[in-house]
């Protein structure tokens, strides 16, 4: 599958001139956004700023807490604002890029109508209530829809924003290594000669706080393998997305084909689950794991969950954790195997 260009300008040509005179436009992330969520909505301000001559508000809640990102954010120029600090009903269009209403993994509140819905994960029921959807569960990144809208309307793509795209590809996809498709692949080769080649190298090389390092020694410590299945426990974390950092990093441990993240932050429980291998359903793998105890979603090989609230007490913290690894070890046929340590004497 090639650019769909001609899918691509058929909905954003629509959409477009649907906002024309609407009043002030809201373009909401998912809550501690990655680069795909930030370049998607980076483009699509970009888009209709092109089109339409209006700024459009970028916002999430949470933070952006992972080393590369931040880099790519300060050297980039994203601007962003709290959406807790907004009321949305101030805005007469409300845009959702990188995620879709009802999972659980932005802090719009629920009753606000959302306008437009542009995502790369499975659709979801409620999402089709909204006015605009363009979701494509077999793209890789949420960034390569919004590259696809750009070459629709021969719009010149400038340093800074090929950039964030090309690294929100590279980095959601792993280098083209994992859920990508065609397209992708042939956004991530039109954008890589547009790109500026230093900021890329900071971004890929930022300098780490020494609480990085504790949290990896931390992870090494804590994980338990169970035949091809690795779990690991951060505790109380920073930033939620280091969970699915460490999720990464473990999963090259040798043998290892599914891992289990688990972190807390801020009241909350955060789960990341990889596997490597193709045939796995991660995604609905995740919601049996999380059912009953909070929401989640996620891909073939990438999901994570959100735990709310958690216990307070921690005999009840153990518990749940435990029950959370049995789920997954029952739905995974490994509920017979004992446990051992990575890192071994």
């Known amino acids: ?29 998912h809550d ?9 909505a980076y483009a699509l301000r970009h888009l209709i700023l092109m089109k339409i001559g209006q700024m459009a508000t970028i916002a999430f809640e949470g933070v952006v807490g992972r080393s590369e990102n931040r880099v790519m954010v300060r050297e980039l120029e994203i601007e962003t604002v709290s959406l807790g600090a907004l009321d949305p009903r101030e805005f007469a269009v409300i845009c959702m890029v990188d995620a879709q209403p009802g999972a659980g993994n932005t802090s719009l509140p629920p009753n606000c109508p959302v306008d437009l819905v542009i995502d790369h994960h499975p659709l979801r029921e409620i999402t089709g ?21 750009l070459m629709a309307h021969n719009l010149s793509i400038a340093t800074k924003l090929a950039t964030i795209l090309f690294y929100a590809i590279e980095s959601e996809t792993q280098g083209l290594g994992r859920e990508w498709s065609s397209a992708d692949r042939e956004a991530y080769r039109s954008l890589l000669p547009l790109c500026n ?17 504790a949290k990896v020694n931390t992870a090494l ?4 393998i169970y035949d091809v299945v690795l779990v690991f426990n951060l505790g109380s974390v920073d930033h939620p997305e280091i969970v699915a950092e460490m999720a990464d990093f473990l999963l090259r441990a040798e043998g290892v084909e599914v891992v289990l993240g688990i972190g807390e932050f801020a009241g909350e429980g955060i789960l990341s689950l990889r596997s490597s291998d193709h045939s796995a359903n991660i995604g609905d793998l995740i919601q049996k794991i999380t059912a009953g105890y909070g929401s989640s979603g996620g891909h073939g090989l990438i999901a994570g969950g959100q735990i709310q609230p958690l216990p307070r007490d921690a ?5 749940l954790e435990a029950e959370l690894v049995r789920r997954l070890l029952v739905a995974l046929g490994r509920e017979s195997v004992p446990p051992r340590p990575l890192l071994t004497d």
Do not use: Q
């Open 197 to 213: 080649s230093r900021i890329l190298y900071r971004i890929t090389h930022p300098s780490l706080p020494c609480g990085y390092f």
């Open 32 to 40: 501690h956004p990655d680069p795909d969520a930030l370049a998607a």
């Open 129 to 149: 209530a909204c006015r605009w959807v363009d979701v494509r569960s077999d793209y890789g990144a949420a960034a390569t829809i919004l590259f696809e809208y």
């Open 221 to 224: 410590e804590s994980a338990r």
């Open 315 to 319: 005999a009840d913290r153990a518990n």
């Open 1 to 29: 599958m090639a650019l769909d260009l001609t899918r691509s300008a058929a909905f954003s040509t629509s959409f477009i001139e649907w906002l024309r005179g609407k009043g002030p436009i809201l373009i909401v992330t």
